[in-house]
């Protein structure tokens, strides 16, 4: 059964980190574009951070460049968000999903094969 699982949210304060992973089962992962999503209350599901299978592309929403990197690790068919200098505006579910062979734009709709979420809360 394809599967992709989210953990590393959590509660933060603004100015911390969290890392995200995403592991995928049923599939692996090495061949497809993986991208990180998020949704906040209210708000449309955004794309943050989407990565090629090579890895050799990547992009960053503007709002999280330079504070978030986005990688992968093939072997253990996993995918990471680190996310530095967090900001209240970040609080949101996050979620990964997988896209297609070729490197496409991160946007939901090239998306699919969704993990459930995890929450992240940045407040002090």
């Known amino acids: 059964q394809l599967q992709l699982v989210e953990s590393g949210g959590g509660l933060v304060q603004p100015g911390g980190s969290l890392r995200l992973s995403c592991a995928a089962s049923?599939?692996?992962?090495?061949?497809?574009?993986i991208g990180w999503f998020r949704q906040a209350p209210g708000k449309e599901r955004e794309g943050v951070s989407c990565?090629?299978?090579?890895?050799?592309?990547?992009y960053y929403a503007d709002s999280v460049k330079g504070r978030f990197t986005i990688s992968r690790d093939n072997a253990k068919n996993t995918v990471y968000l680190q996310m530095n200098s967090l900001k209240p505006e970040d609080t949101a579910v996050y979620y990964c999903?997988?896209?297609?062979?070729?490197?496409?734009?991160?946007?939901?709709?090239?998306?699919?094969?969704w993990g459930q979420g995890t929450q992240v809360t940045v407040s002090s």
């Open positions: 999903a997988k896209g297609r062979i070729l490197f496409t734009l991160c946007k939901p709709g090239f998306f699919g094969s």
């Open positions: 049923g599939f692996t992962l090495d061949y497809y574009t």
């Open positions: 990565i090629s299978s090579s890895a050799g592309s990547t």
